[in-house]
């Protein structure tokens, strides 16, 4: 894994842990607490996801110009 996609999902943990201990921290009803740690975590889970389908799709690009490359060689 490359340095900036380490620092990337750092900063979204970071961002993620950060939104659920403000929350938790907030004198709201725990019915609203609750609601909001779950939205917070749908959206960390849907970052998430985003970013590893965009580094599948990068290894496939990659896979794919190496395959072209070791094809231009032989």
Known sequence: MKNTSKIL???VGGVALGAAIG???APDKG???RSKLK???RKFGDKAKDK???SMNAASD???KVEEEAEELI
Request: glycine fraction near 0%; charged fraction near 20%.
């Open 62 to 64: 990659l896979r794919s």
């Open 23 to 25: 929350i938790l921290l």
């Open 9 to 11: 999902l750092a900063l």
């Open 31 to 33: 019915s609203e607490t």
């Open 39 to 41: 939205a917070t975590a």
């Open 52 to 54: 590893f389908r965009e």
